[in-house]
């Protein structure tokens, strides 16, 4: 068995929330089959915050993504990579520490918990107008990881 990067995004006023019901809907369209692909195989999610600046949250996702399995925390070797991926994605060095969290918190595990991130204000009102919700108080989280497979 083996696992494979998985992303949703949820929107609604309670990530906890939002994301049981996104595990309900996904083992009803997908059985509950432990190993079927999708959010339902996490355990739950962590929220990390981000203080987004000027940075897309896709950005931040692809740098979080290019980090988990590195072994970045290494000593030696690694150090580099791991600047030259951050720097890559143009991620400025005051979210160095928070890219890093979010790619410890993929690797956990393919059952483990998934990170969240809040989108920035400016994709959220985008997003909410885009499915019809524009004026609610609604958040959306962009949250992603292994799914067992």
């Given at each position: 068995m083996g696992a494979h990067d998985c992303g949703e995004y949820l929107m609604g006023a309670d990530l906890d929330d939002q994301f049981r019901a996104a595990r309900r809907d996904a083992e009803h369209e997908h059985g509950h089959d432990r190993y079927n692909g999708t959010i339902s195989t996490a355990t739950g999610v962590a929220l990390i915050e981000v203080d987004y600046g000027?940075?897309?949250?896709?950005?931040?996702?692809?740098?979080?993504?290019?980090?988990?399995?590195?072994?970045?925390?290494?000593?030696?070797?690694?150090?580099?990579?791991?600047?030259?991926?951050?720097?890559?994605?143009?991620?400025?060095?005051?979210?160095?520490?928070t890219i890093k969290a979010i790619a410890g918190q993929i690797d956990e595990s393919k059952f483990g918990y998934w990170p969240a991130i809040r989108l920035p204000a400016r994709e959220e009102r985008e997003f909410k107008a885009r499915y019809g919700?524009?004026?609610?108080?609604?958040?959306?989280?962009?949250?992603?990881?292994?799914?067992?497979?």
């Open positions: 000027r940075i897309p949250s896709k950005r931040i996702r692809a740098a979080a993504w290019a980090l988990s399995g590195t072994g970045f925390d290494a000593p030696d070797g690694d150090a580099c990579r791991t600047e030259k991926i951050l720097r890559k994605n143009k991620i400025p060095q005051r979210l160095w520490k919700r524009k004026g609610t108080h609604d958040r959306v989280w962009s949250v992603f990881g292994w799914a067992a497979s």
